[in-house]
């Protein structure tokens, strides 16, 4: 794979689970780990970073693999993993170039880590190599988030610079903060994305970081997000309201589609 061709890495990377903060809480835990007991194991965790769900369900007992294309997350996740005594088998490498020894009754994509795959023609691969790596009956289940929710335009908008997360790093105490910034193509349902990250002492930025990606994230309609499953050769298709069991409506700005091999 293109080592380069990645979006988390240096600070991206370092300061993610700082800014992050605690997630012991997000809904999306229990639905896919409800998801996993269900439809089976073992599970594959794609896009699994610095092993926000994959650690958790590891130690559960669960019998998860886990997969990313940035070299630094996985690296934290190795370490996160050594100081909680658990070996996780994790594979570097991109969601459209899957290839991993072991087929799974379960794949989940969280965080709507699939729309970092912007190029329509990877997209499909991406979704044609999930399938072939889930057993017959195996399922697969992602989330998708509609990233712009104003009117449908030909235009090209760029967004305010808007502070999403501040934390004080433990080892130092200096203020870590992320800013970001958007610019959204509404024909092309493409993200551009800046995000700036300050380091703070006593008030004074000690050091900034800016990091572009142009483009960073494609969006997809429910309509556009099933017929990528339909074309890979999915069935049983069904389309749920964020991380719930409750059928999506048009009005939902984030759902999960969750679909099987025959």
């Given at each position: 794979m293109d080592s380069e061709n990645y979006e988390y890495r240096e600070f991206l990377a370092?300061?993610?689970?700082?800014?992050r903060g605690d997630t012991s809480d997000w809904s999306d835990r229990?639905?896919?780990?409800?998801?996993?007991?269900h439809s089976g194991q073992p599970a594959l965790d794609i896009g699994c970073g610095t092993g926000r769900l994959l650690l958790d369900y590891l130690a559960d007992g669960i019998d998860i693999d886990g997969v990313d294309n940035s070299p630094e997350m996985l690296a934290i996740c190795r370490e996160k993993a050594q100081k909680r005594g658990l070996h996780p088998t994790l594979f570097h490498q991109s969601m459209e170039a899957l290839a991993v020894p072991r087929r799974y009754r379960t794949i989940i994509v969280p965080s709507s880590?699939?729309?970092l795959v912007t190029d329509p023609n990877a997209a499909t691969q991406a979704v044609s190599s999930f399938f072939h790596h889930l057993e017959p009956g195996g399922v697969l289940v992602m989330p998708?988030?509609?990233?712009?929710?104003?009117?449908?335009?030909?235009?090209?908008?760029?967004?305010?610079?808007?502070?999403?997360?501040?934390?004080v790093r433990p080892e130092d105490g200096v203020l870590?903060?992320?800013?970001?910034?958007?610019?959204?193509?509404l024909p092309q349902q493409l993200?551009?994305?800046e995000?700036?990250?300050?380091v703070v002492r006593e008030g004074k930025i000690i050091a900034s970081e800016l990091y572009t990606r142009s483009p960073a994230t494609r969006w997809y309609t429910q309509e556009q997000a099933i017929h990528l499953y339909d074309e890979a050769g999915f069935t049983n298709i069904r389309i749920v309201s964020e991380f719930s069991q409750v059928p999506a409506s048009q009005e939902d700005t984030i759902f999960s589609i969750l679909?099987?091999?025959p």
């Amino acid at each position: 794979m293109d080592s380069e061709n990645y979006e988390y890495r240096e600070f991206l990377a370092s300061a993610w689970d700082l800014l992050r903060g605690d997630t012991s809480d997000w809904s999306d835990r229990p639905f896919y780990r409800n998801i996993i007991l269900h439809s089976g194991q073992p599970a594959l965790d794609i896009g699994c970073g610095t092993g926000r769900l994959l650690l958790d369900y590891l130690a559960d007992g669960i019998d998860i693999d886990g997969v990313d294309n940035s070299p630094e997350m996985l690296a934290i996740c190795r370490e996160k993993a050594q100081k909680r005594g658990l070996h996780p088998t994790l594979f570097h490498q991109s969601m459209e170039a899957l290839a991993v020894p072991r087929r799974y009754r379960t794949i989940i994509v969280p965080s709507s880590s699939f729309q970092l795959v912007t190029d329509p023609n990877a997209a499909t691969q991406a979704v044609s190599s999930f399938f072939h790596h889930l057993e017959p009956g195996g399922v697969l289940v992602m989330p998708f988030m509609i990233l712009w929710q104003g009117p449908v335009t030909d235009q090209i908008v760029t967004g305010e610079w808007e502070l999403i997360a501040e934390q004080v790093r433990p080892e130092d105490g200096v203020l870590i903060r992320r800013w970001t910034r958007s610019t959204y193509h509404l024909p092309q349902q493409l993200e551009d994305t800046e995000d700036r990250y300050e380091v703070v002492r006593e008030g004074k930025i000690i050091a900034s970081e800016l990091y572009t990606r142009s483009p960073a994230t494609r969006w997809y309609t429910q309509e556009q997000a099933i017929h990528l499953y339909d074309e890979a050769g999915f069935t049983n298709i069904r389309i749920v309201s964020e991380f719930s069991q409750v059928p999506a409506s048009q009005e939902d700005t984030i759902f999960s589609i969750l679909a099987a091999r025959p």
